[in-house]
Structures are given as C-alpha cells and as structure tokens.
C-alpha cells in the first residue's frame, strides 16, 4: 500500500477546476492573435477546434470500460480525468466561436456530422484500441504541454492573454492527468502489442496530418494569398521553432516497450504552475467560480 502511494504522481487525483474565460472582454481581437503571426495562429486555432471533440472521445473509451476499473485510486482518478476533459471543451467551445467570427475555417471539426462520423468510427473500433488511441493522444497533449509550461521561449510569445490563460490552464490539467487513460489502459489488460502499434500509426500520421490540415486552413486565409513570402517565412519558423524542435523524439519515448507517462517526470514544473496559476495568490483564481 505504501509503495503504491510512493508511485502514483505528485498530483495522485486529478480535480476539475469550476473555471470561466472570458474572451469577448474586448471590442476587437487581432485577427492574429498568436504574436501577429498568421501561421502561428492559425496552427493554434486549429488545435482549439480540434480539442472539444477530440476529448469528448477521450471520455467516451474511457466510459466504455469505466466498469471493469476496479481500484477505487483509478477510479477517483477517471472522475478527474473525464471532469476536466469536459471542462477543457467547454471553455474551448467558448475561444473557438470567438475564431469562428474571426473567420478561422473550424467550424467543421465540432459539427454534428463529424461527431456522428467519429462516433460511428469508435463503434468499429475495439475498446481496447479506442483506449489505446486516447492514451496516445494524451501522450501528445502531455508533450505539448509541457513544452508550453517549461518554455520561456514559448512564455514570451506575445498574444491575447486571455487566449494564454486558457492554454495554461489547459496544459497544467494536461499534466494532472497525464497516465490516467494510459493507466486504465493497461487496468483492463490492454496489451503492449496494442499500445504501440497505435502509436505507430499516430506517429507516422502526425507530421503529414499537421502539415496538409495546416496547409489547408492558411490556404483558405485570403491574406495568406496575398502574402505569399510571409506565409513561407512563418511556416518555416512555426516548425523550426520551440513548439516543433525535437518533438518527434519526444513523441517517439512512448513506442519504448514498458514505457509509462510518469517516466517523464514533469512533478516539479506541475508544482511550480499549481502555485503560479492556482495558489493563493494565483493569476487564474479570479477565473475560479
Ligand atoms: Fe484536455
Ligand atoms: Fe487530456
């Protein structure tokens, strides 16, 4: 019982904060909001479209098998998990209107027919490989998310800062909770073999998935037409730059065999935001309801 206690990580149960952003404080938003870089932008408008469906299938494999966790840790931690992946989509949902009207083309990524169609998806999909997608995709947002917290670089980045502090708060829960989908995963004997296969397709997805969606959305962006050197110069300092330098190894630690999140020990940086972000004198209490 102890040894377990000594195993689990610094944050052992994962809290949804009662949180609200505020995004039309403003009379007007830059339409480039990430340091007047339209690439930038739009690569981050575009996560943000991503995330609210994204993690609603998240919940989804994981209340698929909710019933067979039997460990009363891991199921205070699946409460955790699902009750700030709802809390993330929600305040997105709130940003990504804001980009909407501001005429980012991610409309389409939360529309009822591309939920309908992912759901239909996850019904071919086994749980087991469902789950196993999910615990992939959370390795993705503990990446990023570290990288966002444990960056200056990336810190000093100019931008909305409303827009920061919903990513900050975003990448610290990301970090909480970072080996719940992977520890249920491995709960309901999901198998190596699984875990790593999926992985494998994700992986070798990621780069051209990144690059032709991205391609797309600044396509679409009548701006970009006109400035094509600008276009060219901000996409070669989006992926020579913090976000994308050495990601792909990064990425690549969780095909190791035996691997596991909390190898990567992200307790301090998590400790040092906690207080940042939520102590008692925190720059986002003001946001707690
Ligand atoms: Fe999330
Ligand atoms: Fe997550």
Do not use: C
């Amino acid at each position: 019982m102890v040894e377990m206690a000594n195993a689990l990580p610094a944050q052992a149960y994962p809290k949804a904060r009662r949180i609200r952003f505020r995004f039309d404080q403003r009379d007007t938003h830059d339409k480039y909001f990430v340091e007047n870089d339209m690439v930038y932008s739009h690569f981050v408008a575009g996560m943000s479209g991503a995330f609210p469906a994204g993690e609603e299938s998240f919940i989804r494999s994981v209340r698929r098998v909710a019933d067979r966790v039997t460990d009363p840790v891991l199921k205070k931690r699946v409460t955790g998990f699902v009750g700030q992946e709802a809390m993330h989509g929600r305040e997105h949902r709130k940003l990504n209107d804001k980009l909407v009207e501001l005429g980012y083309p991610i409309k389409w990524l939360d529309s009822p027919q591309a939920i309908e169609r992912t759901q239909r998806l996850e019904r071919r999909l086994s749980p087991e490989v469902h789950l196993a997608m999910t615990a992939a995709a959370e390795h993705y947002t503990a990446v990023l998310a570290q990288r966002v917290l444990g960056s200056d670089e990336i810190q000093a980045i100019p931008g909305d800062p409303e827009v920061w502090n919903l990513l900050n708060w975003h990448a610290l829960e990301e970090l909480e909770h970072k080996s719940v989908a992977f520890d249920v995963f491995r709960a309901v004997g999901g198998s190596e073999a699984t875990r790593i296969g999926v992985m494998l397709a994700m992986y070798s997805l990621t780069l051209p998935l990144t690059y032709v969606s991205l391609a797309i959305a600044v396509g679409r962006d009548p701006n970009a037409r006109r400035q094509p050197v600008r276009v060219a110069r901000e996409t070669y300092r989006l992926f020579t730059g913090p976000i994308f330098r050495g990601l792909m190894p990064e990425l690549a630690k969780y095909l190791r065999p035996g691997f596991h999140p909390d190898d990567i020990d992200t307790s301090r940086l998590l400790d040092r935001w906690q207080r940042q972000l939520f102590g008692a004198d925190g720059e986002l209490v003001d946001h707690l309801k």
